[in-house]
């Protein structure tokens, strides 16, 4: 046996099924070693491109996702994608290649200290130096991803090690689950008197609360608790519909897509209580601590991050399903001010989702956001990119299930979107899966068209056109800065998607949106759509309009 058998059997080991890559010659032996598995191969048009769909089934799954790419340069453009999955703690595992280590007969061409340069954006990165070590190593590698707070980790294989002859019969290490534990009974019992003596309680679901394996348990809690609730970006649809005929429930104030003003911060300003479930100050803050604000106990799979913005009163640490449900036993039907916020739920709900079906063109994005919402059904996955729509999505968007909406607010990284929705295609091919992108990200990673194509996907990619790099543009008028240096040309999208063999089709009035989208997913394959957006509501509503709603408040 080769070491690069070896290691794809470790690989196998772990239930790997797909890796995306762009290999090198230093990955050859990987390769033809990859030929005779049951690993498929998903060759990608570039490297980011391969740590997004990577990272993204990780995020999914819960099970790290792979991908490969050679020494150099090839390694290096994985790095954003590992800063997305670092941050955005998504268990992946990256796989590069390299010279060889026992002899230098191509002295220092191309070679760049990749285990250094992955270190601060991994939870590990280490270099394979022995043939023998791999099972262990590999297995040490899913293992870590894998563990709270999940994330990525780098493997360097050179190639006279992939190369190596194994005189021995290696065995693999056994895959075993990793059981964590649940709180302790101490700070479930503190946690649980701070919230039967609080007169305003309320929850909110962070980043954490959309690990695959927890969403019943969180709408466990909400429904024996009856405690209303709001979600930060990241942890948006982690409670399944309750109470409601729509599918959604009486007891969601709102989503915190900004971090002070807007009008789920009522709910938050008003509470004396905030029970922080899952929260990840990796995220930008849903709102702010002060010295006059509420409560907050933080319930997480790790102790919190204490920051200038974040200093929770109390911690309930462990497996936050279980947790909860101990913590639900100490309190259920003893909270008699459990709904004490609720009331101010209608007034937010209906400012926050206000003119979202004005008929004027180019679409504003309320408008954009309610027709997408009306053509993707209750386990439809949407993926953003990175652009001013994806604060209107946050706010707007009503989701059903847990990692319904794929959006990153951690890295936040332009380009991610496409790669991002079409694993989430590959991994749920009978679901209507949708990527939407800004003009700006779309062009980033606009090549993986071909890949789609290629791979025969069936994914609708909406592409919101205001010809600039709209949110920097936005913010640089907010700030009284001139209208300078971000708008640029692009080309004809519907000719573009049709080079790559998708069939292309253009949005030109206000009441179009919903059909084109119907007749996009309908015909199926790989469909772009493009569609103008008029962007001064950015301004209007949330600068101007916010920013009343202070003075009335403080009034």
């Not at 909406?405 to 679901?431: E, F, H, R, V, W």
């Amino acid at each position: 046996m080769k070491a690069s058998d070896l290691f794809v059997k470790a690989l196998e080991n772990e239930g790997v099924d797909r890796i995306f890559a762009v290999p090198g010659e230093e990955n050859l032996d990987v390769v033809e070693s990859l030929r005779t598995s049951s690993i498929e191969l998903v060759l990608v048009r570039h490297e980011q491109s391969a740590a997004f769909m990577a990272a993204t089934h990780g995020r999914l799954t819960g099970r790290p996702g792979v991908c490969m790419a050679t020494l150099g340069p090839g390694a290096l453009n994985l790095v954003t994608g590992a800063a997305y999955a670092h941050l955005g703690a998504m268990p992946m595992i990256l796989i590069t290649g390299q010279k060889a280590i026992m002899s230098a007969r191509q002295a220092r061409f191309q070679i760049v200290d990749i285990v250094a340069t992955m270190k601060p954006l991994t939870k590990a990165s280490r270099q394979i130096v022995s043939a023998t070590s791999i099972p262990t190593v590999v297995r040490d590698a899913f293992r870590l991803a894998a563990e709270e707070r999940p994330g990525p980790v780098h493997l360097e294989l050179p190639e006279d090690i992939a190369g190596e002859q194994l005189p021995l019969d290696v065995p693999l290490v056994p895959v075993h689950p990793v059981e964590m534990p649940v709180a302790h009974a101490a700070a479930l019992d503190r946690a649980a008197e701070l919230l039967l003596r609080a007169e305003r309680p309320l929850v909110m679901f962070g980043a954490a609360c959309n690990r695959p394996r927890v969403a019943g348990e969180l709408t466990d809690f909400v429904r024996r608790t009856g405690i209303p609730f709001f979600n930060t970006q990241m942890g948006k649809g982690t409670v399944a519909g309750i109470g409601t005929a729509d599918g959604g429930t009486e007891l969601w104030m709102g989503t915190a897509a900004l971090t002070e003003r807007d009008y789920v911060h009522e709910a938050i300003d008003q509470a004396d209580l905030i029970l922080s479930i899952g929260h990840d100050t990796i995220e930008k803050p849903p709102f702010i601590m002060g010295p006059h604000g509420p409560k907050v106990i933080h319930v997480g799979y790790t102790p919190a991050n204490v920051e200038q913005v974040y200093f929770p009163h109390a911690e309930v640490v462990g497996d936050l399903g279980p947790s909860l449900a101990l913590l639900a036993d100490r309190i259920e039907g003893k909270l008699p001010n459990a709904a004490a916020l609720v009331p101010l739920r209608k007034n937010i709900l209906e400012r926050t989702l206000a003119r979202s079906e004005e008929s004027r063109f180019p679409l504003t994005p309320q408008r954009i956001v309610s027709d997408v919402r009306k053509v993707i059904p209750a386990d439809g996955i949407v993926a953003l990119d990175n652009g001013m729509y994806k604060i209107w999505f946050a706010r707007c968007y009503r989701t059903r299930n847990a990692n319904a909406l794929l959006l990153d607010n951690a890295l936040a990284t332009m380009g991610a979107g496409l790669p991002s929705a079409m694993m989430a295609a590959m991994l749920n091919p009978g679901k209507r899966v949708l990527a939407v992108c800004g003009d700006g990200g779309f062009m980033m990673n606009s090549q993986e068209l071909e890949t789609a194509v290629r791979l025969k996907m069936n994914l609708v990619v909406l592409i919101i056109q205001d010809d600039a790099y709209g949110m920097i543009r936005w913010k640089q008028a907010v700030d009284s800065f001139a209208d300078f240096g971000l708008a640029f040309g692009n080309p004809d999208f519907v000719k573009y998607a049709e080079a790559y063999g998708a069939k292309g089709r253009r949005v030109e009035s206000a009441d179009s949106l919903v059909a084109t989208l119907e007749a996009a997913f309908s015909e199926g394959g790989v469909q772009l759509v493009t569609v103008p957006v008029d962007y001064s509501e950015n301004t209007r509503v949330l600068v101007d309009e916010l920013r009343n709603r202070v003075r009335e408040v403080a009034a």
